[in-house]
């Protein structure tokens, strides 16, 4: 069809669409006499607008897949299982560790991460630091890597993995946690901050979201771990030594001077401020 | 970050001089907001949000939001935007579609799993490209139409914001959209898959 055409088309369809049934049979039959190309034209366009229904009339929303599918093996090791969610950074997978027959979580690195090379080299430096902390309520971070692609790069890490809620979903889903739980659960948090900044680790990202709860032994009450310790950093020097890096933690979260949204000098983190949001929880 | 900080100035800038006619201002706007699209889809796909799905509209105007300091602009200048905003959406979710494709196209020599299918729904990459393909073609008979599809279904805006932005009456807008819907549905309807994903929210 050409664009001349199509106007007369459209002028047609309009004339026509609005008419009550008896009113369509009327016009479309004179058109039909008139030109029957146009009619034609007309006439499917008037039965394809009956039949459109919802189509296109709320705006778009498009389902989200995971980037890894099950049974990709990234790295030459880790078999993708299945995938668990979207969180902080990237995507978490169940995947197997074929060189150590175990399951592992896998996480993936959010893309503006992934393709810059300095932030990947700061990444890995960061989780070797997060290896040492090695504390009964720290999630243990395993290896980190990267795989390219021909259009992506993946970079991930492993970490052991933990099976239960977060802390932010339970919350969700018990509106509150009552005293009895809570405060074991904080001691717990507690000592894994503390575990960390013996190690001269700040966390950087600590919020309900990145708190495991699991059942262990069966009847014992919740148990704590402390995850996402990729986004650990160590105080001062990291800050100092790249400023484009900015704290990942949500503003809520952070103490207010030390929100993002600032506009002046970003301060540097410090443990206190790590021991303050476990306050927040 | 602060790109956002500086550019928010200029993009405001651009887009004021833009809204007036000039069009050399027309590209440096385009890469801003095609550039601010994209870094957020990307990170809207991958990351930041526990949901698992992508609201264009929301992210539409989360980049004005960004860009576009409000208080030098007027209703004329933001229907602007989003004009333009729709359109780079378009592109940037088809250029993802497209590479996400490019990606899935198994490699000669290795072995594909049956389980290796993807886990949840697609971002429904075949309909996509469909429904772009469509709108191609629309465009060919009659571009402000396939304005309109874009800035209503992509961006989500009123059809009097989209007026404002074409410089056309409610009225054209409505028989434009009404005709335009009809033909689209048609046109995807012909590859069934894609009519009813794309209808489907």
């Given at each position: 069809?050409l664009?001349?055409?199509?106007?007369?088309?459209?002028?047609?369809f309009?004339?026509i669409?609005?008419?009550?049934?008896?009113?369509?049979?009327?016009?479309?039959?004179?058109l039909?006499?008139?030109?029957?190309?146009?009619?034609?034209?007309?006439?499917?366009?008037?039965?394809?607008?009956?039949?459109?229904?919802?189509?296109?009339?709320?705006p778009?929303?498009?389902?989200?897949?995971?980037?890894?599918?099950?049974?990709?093996?990234i790295?030459?090791?880790y078999?993708?299982?299945?995938?668990?969610?979207?969180?902080?950074?990237?995507?978490?997978?169940?995947?197997?560790?074929?060189?150590?027959?175990?399951?592992?979580?896998?996480?993936?690195?959010?893309?503006?991460?992934?393709?810059?090379?300095?932030?990947?080299?700061?990444?890995?430096?960061?989780?070797?630091?997060?290896?040492?902390?090695?504390?009964k309520?720290?999630?243990?971070?395993?290896?980190?890597?990267q795989?390219?692609?021909?259009?992506?790069r993946?970079?991930?890490?492993?970490?052991?993995?933990?099976?239960?809620?977060?802390?932010?979903?339970?919350?969700?889903?018990?509106?509150h946690?009552?005293?009895?739980e809570?405060?074991?659960?904080?001691?717990?948090?507690?000592?894994?901050?503390?575990?960390?900044?013996?190690?001269?680790?700040?966390?950087?990202?600590?919020?309900p979201?990145n708190?495991?709860?699991?059942?262990?032994?069966?009847?014992?009450?919740?148990?704590?771990?402390?995850?996402?310790?990729?986004?650990?950093?160590?105080?001062l020097?990291a800050?100092?030594?790249?400023?484009?890096?900015?704290?990942?933690?949500?503003?809520?979260i952070?103490?207010?001077?030390?929100?993002?949204?600032?506009?002046?000098r970003?301060?540097?983190?410090?443990?206190?401020?790590?021991?303050?949001?476990?306050?927040?929880? | 970050?602060?790109f956002?900080?500086?550019?928010?100035?200029?993009?405001?800038e651009?887009?004021?001089?833009?809204?007036?006619?000039?069009?050399?201002?027309?590209?440096?706007?385009f890469?801003?907001?095609?550039?601010?699209?994209?870094?957020l889809?990307?990170?809207y796909?991958?990351?930041?949000?526990?949901?698992?799905?992508?609201?264009?509209t929301?992210?539409v105007?989360?980049?004005?939001?960004?860009?576009?300091?409000?208080n030098?602009?007027?209703?004329?200048?933001?229907?602007?935007?989003?004009?333009?905003?729709?359109?780079?959406?378009?592109?940037?979710l088809?250029?993802?579609?497209?590479?996400?494709?490019?990606?899935?196209?198994?490699?000669?020599?290795?072995?594909?799993?049956?389980?290796?299918?993807?886990?949840?729904?697609?971002?429904?990459?075949?309909?996509?490209?469909?429904?772009?393909?469509?709108?191609?073609?629309?465009?060919a008979?009659?571009?402000?139409?396939?304005?309109?599809?874009?800035m209503?279904?992509?961006?989500?805006?009123?059809?009097?914001?989209?007026?404002?932005?074409?410089?056309?009456?409610?009225?054209?807008?409505?028989?434009?959209?009404?005709v335009?819907?009809?033909?689209?549905?048609?046109?995807?309807?012909k590859?069934?898959?894609?009519?009813?994903?794309?209808?489907?929210?």
């Open positions: 069809m664009p001349e055409q199509w106007e007369r088309v459209k002028e047609a309009d004339a669409v609005d008419l009550d049934a008896a009113g369509r049979t009327t016009a479309l039959s004179e039909r006499l008139q030109d029957p190309e146009l009619h034609a034209a007309v006439e499917e366009l008037v039965a394809n607008h009956d039949r459109a229904g919802d189509f296109l009339t709320e778009m929303a498009l389902e989200l897949v995971p980037t890894l599918t099950v049974g990709e093996i790295a030459g090791r078999e993708i299982v299945r995938f668990i969610g979207r969180g902080g950074m990237g995507e978490v997978y169940e995947a197997q560790d074929n060189q150590l027959g175990e399951r592992v979580a896998l996480k993936t690195i959010g893309p503006d991460i992934a393709l810059d090379d300095r932030y990947v080299a700061r990444f890995v430096r960061e989780v070797k630091l997060a290896r040492n902390v090695t504390n309520h720290v999630c243990r971070v395993h290896d980190v890597g795989q390219d692609g021909s259009t992506r993946i970079s991930f890490l492993t970490m052991e993995l933990i099976e239960g809620e977060t802390l932010a979903a339970r919350l969700r889903r018990c509106h946690l009552p005293a009895a809570a405060f074991p659960l904080i001691e717990q948090m507690a000592e894994a901050l503390s575990a960390a900044h013996e190690e001269k680790i700040i966390h950087r990202d600590f919020k979201a708190i495991m709860l699991t059942l262990e032994n069966g009847y014992t009450p919740w148990w704590s771990r402390t995850s996402a310790w990729h986004a650990a950093r160590l105080p020097r800050c100092n030594q790249d400023s484009r890096v900015s704290p990942r933690g949500p503003p809520a952070l103490r207010p001077n030390c929100s993002t949204r600032g506009r002046g970003q301060s540097p983190p410090t443990f206190t401020r790590s021991a303050w949001s476990s306050g927040r929880c | 970050m602060d956002i900080v500086s550019s928010a100035v200029e993009v405001t651009l887009l004021l001089e833009w809204s007036k006619g000039n069009r050399a201002a027309e590209s440096r706007l890469d801003f907001v095609y550039h601010e699209l994209h870094r889809a990307a990170r796909m991958l990351g930041e949000r526990s949901d698992n799905s992508l609201q264009p929301a992210l105007h989360e980049v004005y939001l960004r860009l576009i300091d409000q030098r602009v007027n209703w004329e200048n933001r229907s602007h935007f989003f004009a333009i905003a729709a359109q780079l959406m378009r592109r940037v088809i250029d993802h579609a497209r590479a996400r494709n490019a990606e899935k196209r198994p490699k000669p020599g290795l072995k594909v799993p049956l389980s290796d299918l993807p886990i949840g729904i697609e971002i429904q990459t075949t309909e996509l490209l469909a429904l772009d393909e469509a709108l191609g073609r629309l465009e008979l009659d571009p402000r139409q396939a304005r309109i599809v874009e209503r279904f992509i961006a989500g805006l009123s059809e009097e914001e989209i007026a404002q932005a074409l410089g056309v009456s409610v009225r054209t807008v409505k028989r434009d959209w009404k335009a819907r009809a033909w689209l549905f048609g046109a995807l309807r590859e069934p898959r894609a009519a009813g994903a794309v209808g489907a929210r």
